[in-house]
């Protein structure tokens, strides 16, 4: 399905782990002309059967229009960006536009606008909320923040990504914005965790304690895409415990920055950092549920039970 709107620009696509892969082939999908570049080199090349071409350095990307970043962590953004080959390094080349979709820290993010803005490009940030199944469906949203002239400029792709965009303002904004997010994503997977325990061990299956949240006006889309993993015991990953408690100690250090007491989001950390000592490190972050089960004493088994995942195709 080609979009004429998304064909006036070359794009660029810096990481192609499993957010960034199927966030690139959905823009390759719609008609974008792509290019892309990832530090493990095999995980973009399938990207090619959709169109799409594969560099070996951030640096061959500097001649296009606009180049997204979707990386782990901020040492990485601050590394593809600005060190050995990096997408800004070449004299006198750059982006007009560059939109990092990372979830990093707001120094992180000013030092790479410094560093966008020293090589001539405007610099967007702009964090998601989802996953790759979100984004493949086209549910995903996203946050942004920066220059509103290049925000508008880049709005028909970062539209086409999924259902939702919000702009924010200037600066880091979408930075607090999304960390503030995954604070929620964290305190809330843990609460489910902890309620759906105490369901079951008085006796109420997983599914149908879980059909009833959902149906109730506390349900939610996460809720509601949570129930499988909750209810059959999937733990294939879509956010790993790890990624959780950076995301965590963002919010938690944004927090101690702005004298901001969270003692909620401070105890749901700890037991993310126990989560991870028993093991849990590149499993789904469902697997709460699993700690709280052991704590409670409850032996948990999938309940092989049909259940939807309320995601819906967006084409």
């Not at 530090?39 to 090349?45: D, H, L, N």
Request: with cysteine; proline share 4%.
């Amino acid at each position: 399905m080609t979009d004429s709107t998304l064909t006036e620009h070359k794009l660029g696509w810096i990481g192609t782990g499993r957010m960034g892969f199927s966030m690139a082939a959905r823009l390759l999908k719609h008609g974008a002309a792509l290019a892309a570049y990832n530090r493990t080199r095999s995980k973009a090349e399938p990207l090619a059967a959709l169109g799409g071409e594969i560099v070996d350095r951030p640096v061959e990307l500097a001649g296009r229009d606009i180049v997204f970043t979707m990386v782990s962590a901020s040492p990485d953004l601050i590394q593809v960006l600005g060190g050995k080959d990096g997408l800004l390094t070449a004299k006198g080349k750059a982006p007009r536009i560059v939109i990092d979709c990372s979830t990093v820290s707001e120094e992180a993010s000013a030092e790479a606008r410094a560093l966008a803005e020293a090589a001539g490009a405007a610099f967007l940030a702009a964090p998601v909320s989802g996953n790759a199944k979100v984004v493949k469906v086209g549910r995903l949203s996203l946050v942004v923040s920066g220059p509103e002239a290049a925000y508008a400029e880049a709005a028909p792709y970062l539209a086409a990504l999924g259902e939702g965009v919000s702009y924010v303002g200037e600066g880091e904004r979408a930075r607090i914005v999304k960390i503030c997010h995954n604070v929620l994503l964290g305190v809330v997977a843990q609460s489910l965790a902890e309620i759906t325990v105490l369901a079951e061990k008085a006796g109420v299956r997983r599914h149908a304690f879980l059909d009833f949240v959902n149906k109730s006006v506390l349900g939610s889309t996460f809720t509601r895409y949570k129930t499988p993993a909750y209810v059959n015991l999937d733990m294939t990953p879509t956010f790993t415990p790890v990624l959780l408690r950076k995301d965590l100690d963002l919010g938690l250090a944004a927090a101690r920055k702005l004298d901001v007491p969270m003692p909620v989001t401070a105890t749901v950390r700890e037991v993310l950092q126990s989560l991870v000592g028993n093991g849990y490190v590149d499993c789904d972050f469902a697997a709460l549920l699993e700690l709280e089960a052991k704590g409670a004493g409850l032996a948990l088994k999938p309940e092989n039970v049909a259940i939807g995942d309320g995601l819906e195709s967006a084409g």
